[in-house]
């Protein structure tokens, strides 16, 4: 079998020649890059401290960065970094919207939760303080590994790995959102899976009907477990959907429209717009390289 064929096969698509997933990492920095300086709106990041001090202000709370301490930031969090002193140092992993999206898009809400409240704790443990940092250099190595056809899958794999060791942390040290009512959980984690279950529903109404809840209500749960509202939240898992497909499959925008249960091709290449910024062609372009 030709090498044009397997490709073909395997993924539907070549990776070899796209950029990084999104995906920045440094690694062992001295001072503060650029890149995380002050909000960006569309990135967040993972930063983890070597030694000395920094000042981050987070949503107007000012605190002080530490040896060992690391800080986990989502896109549209209001954060700045200042004030590092001469022997701080740092690894650093930023990441695009459409990254964090794709790399924990199941994650349980109580986590987004937890992140919002506690965006900062120390590693005092050796080996966890190094598997933190492992995973900050094989994404580097990865980012770098430009002939490897499917960089593009394996540097989300490391980041969803990543965020995976820092979901274990938290539910192991801190038992997350113990103060949340139960039932409120619950009904988050079910209207999580039944969206990334029935991608061709995009109605709150429906799901709240499943839930037997009003949409009101499913709403404020939505926003106070993610930061989204409900259909926000359903209309990320949407594009998440297409992305997916257009990256992985040869089915025509007329197919995929079919499989997720829009109107026409047209209808999906509006939505898609309207979310993202850019046509699926042009998203189809950058896939290609």
Same mark, same amino acid.
């Given at each position: 079998?030709?090498?044009?064929?397997?490709?073909?096969?395997?993924?539907?698509?070549?990776?070899?020649?796209?950029?990084?997933?999104?995906?920045?990492?440094?690694?062992?920095?001295?001072?503060?890059?650029?890149?995380?300086?002050?909000?960006?709106?569309?990135?967040?990041?993972?930063?983890?401290?070597?030694?000395?001090?920094?000042?981050?202000?987070?949503?107007?709370?000012?605190?002080?960065?530490?040896?060992?301490?690391?800080?986990?930031?989502?896109?549209?969090?209001?954060?700045?970094?200042s004030?590092?002193?001469?022997?701080?140092?740092?690894?650093?992993?930023?990441?695009?919207?459409?990254?964090?999206?794709?790399?924990?898009?199941n994650?349980?809400?109580?986590?987004?939760?937890?992140i919002?409240?506690?965006?900062?704790?120390?590693?005092?443990?050796?080996?966890?303080?190094?598997?933190?940092?492992?995973?900050?250099?094989?994404?580097?190595?990865?980012?770098?590994?430009?002939?490897n056809?499917?960089?593009?899958?394996?540097?989300?794999? @490391?980041l969803?790995?990543?965020?995976?060791?820092?979901l274990?942390?938290?539910?192991?040290?801190?038992?997350?959102?113990?103060?949340?009512?139960?039932?409120?959980?619950?009904?988050?984690?079910?209207?999580?899976?039944?969206?990334?279950?029935?991608?061709?529903c995009r109605?709150?109404?429906?799901?709240?009907?499943? @839930?037997?809840?009003?949409?009101?209500?499913?709403?404020?749960?939505?926003?106070?477990?993610?930061?989204?509202?409900?259909?926000?939240?359903?209309?990320?898992?949407?594009?998440?959907?297409?992305?997916?497909?257009?990256?992985?499959?040869?089915?025509?925008?007329?197919?995929?429209?079919?499989?997720l249960?829009?109107?026409?091709?047209?209808?999906?290449?509006?939505?898609f717009?309207?979310?993202?910024?850019?046509?699926?062609?042009?998203?189809?372009?950058?896939?290609?390289?």
């Amino acid at each position: 079998m030709e090498i044009t064929n397997i490709q073909k096969d395997l993924m539907g698509v070549s990776f070899a020649n796209r950029q990084s997933a999104g995906i920045n990492v440094g690694l062992y920095e001295r001072g503060l890059s650029p890149e995380l300086l002050q909000s960006q709106e569309r990135r967040g990041f993972i930063l983890l401290c070597h030694g000395g001090t920094a000042t981050y202000d987070y949503f107007h709370t000012e605190h002080t960065l530490h040896s060992r301490d690391i800080i986990i930031l989502f896109p549209g969090d209001i954060y700045s970094l200042s004030n590092p002193s001469a022997d701080f140092a740092c690894s650093w992993v930023s990441y695009s919207a459409q990254a964090m999206d794709e790399a924990i898009y199941n994650f349980p809400s109580s986590f987004f939760s937890h992140i919002a409240d506690h965006p900062v704790y120390t590693l005092t443990d050796n080996d966890e303080y190094s598997n933190r940092l492992e995973y900050m250099k094989m994404l580097k190595e990865k980012m770098n590994d430009h002939d490897n056809i499917c960089r593009y899958e394996i540097m989300l794999a @490391l980041l969803r790995s990543l965020f995976m060791e820092i979901l274990n942390r938290i539910v192991r040290n801190f038992r997350i959102n113990t103060s949340e009512p139960k039932h409120r959980r619950r009904l988050l984690d079910e209207f999580v899976d039944s969206v990334v279950a029935t991608p061709r529903c995009r109605e709150v109404a429906y799901f709240a009907q499943r @839930l037997c809840i009003t949409p009101k209500y499913l709403s404020a749960i939505v926003s106070d477990g993610t930061g989204l509202t409900a259909k926000e939240f359903i209309d990320r898992n949407a594009i998440s959907a297409i992305k997916q497909l257009l990256r992985t499959t040869d089915l025509s925008v007329k197919q995929i429209a079919e499989n997720l249960g829009y109107s026409g091709s047209g209808n999906l290449c509006r939505f898609f717009k309207s979310h993202t910024g850019t046509t699926i062609s042009t998203f189809k372009n950058d896939l290609k390289g």
